[in-house]
């Protein structure tokens, strides 16, 4: 996570993207350089006290990229491998994701360094109360708004929300999104970015003229979004998954794999290896199998350029953030790659993360139909926004998104001028 690729950081990557995008549209050359940098980043050091006694220091980041559109929005990972390199590059994507869905968001992210694998329940709750308190002072419904990401979930949320409300005084349950159900949580949260992903592939497959059913698809990362999309795909669209991998190897069945008994054969052994009806591979073996559609769904930089011609999915679909370096990319593009950038493809969870905050506003709560039907809504009325894009500008899928992205934040920007 968050490591150079060919001495270039995270965020040197994310701001490639951002340039090329940006050298398509006649933007203000000063409001050019405020949408660059992060507003502002918080760096906090604390102590959590550990099962054996001891104080334990941790750091933890919350960045806000860009708050013209509205607050800022975005997850919270723990993970050893955390930086502010890796956290400001994510804050930056928030901020277009947002964007290119048309929802009143600005881009934020968060992190701690820590191995939540090695911490029993009670140390990640105190870990995470200490830190909701560190960053209180700028988090808020109305200023910055945290959801779950890389090894956080509902009860993180839940634990933030209660925090953030003891010291209110009051609840607060718009502080943050992906809660449980019982405090404020919203139908449809906890699929909602694997389900955006797949409303995108099944659009682009239509635009592509590939019929979905029985088409070959690999997922690389077995977590929230990879498992869920895999269930999701299969079930719905009756597609052939062929190949799937998490963090600790890959497996593969060219005649097909049931997603379900993966699922369960992970939440047994804790890994989707020695998968019984599966062979196993390498993970980067994985990327190149022959496949109709692949879904990266692990963490950033897992397409680097060398990978990138061996590549024969007809269709990319990033359910993940970053997973594709910008080398890696061109050449996609130029051997006639359909790549849907994360931006575009995974902003399924911030949309319903945006439903679950608009609920807890009015306080009146949505069916999961009523959700589904909206994330639909909105995710193809971004693609063919993007699509128009493409063809305008005669760009890969991901330039085109940015542009469209980008176009909205300088527009908000503009219109509200520099204070003092």
Known sequence: MAEKVNGVSLFEMSLQNFNAAADLLDLDSNIRKQMKLPERELTVNFPVEMRDGDFKMFTGYRVQHNTARGPGKGGIRFHPNVTLDEVRSLACWMTWKCAVVNIPFGGAKGGVICNPKEMNKAELENMTRRYATEIAHIIGPQK?????????????????????????GYPVPGVVTGKPLSIGG??????????????IIAEAAKYKNINLKGTRVVVQGFGNVGSIAARLIHDEYDSKVIAISDSKGAIVNTKGIDPHQVIEHKRRTGSVVEFPNADSISPAELLTLD???????????????????????????EGANGPTVPEADRILYENGTFVLPDILANAGGVTVSYFEWVQNNYGYFWTETDVNNRLR?????????????????????????YVQAIGRVHEAIKARGIYP
């Open 291 to 317: 496949c109709d559609v692949l879904i990266p769904a692990a963490l950033e930089n897992a397409i680097p350029k060398e990978m990138a011609p061996k590549i024969k999915a007809k269709i990319i679909a």
């Open 186 to 199: 919203s139908e449809g949260r906890n699929e909602a970015t694997a389900r955006g992903c797949v409303y």
């Open 144 to 168: 910055d708004i945290p959801a779950p990401d890389v090894y956080t979930d509902a009860q993180t949320m839940a634990w933030i929300m209660d925090t953030y409300s003891m010291a209110n």
């Open 377 to 401: 809504e909105i995710m193809l009325r971004a693609f063919y926004e993007v699509l128009s894009n493409l063809q305008k500008y005669k760009v890969s899928l991901r330039h085109a998104a």
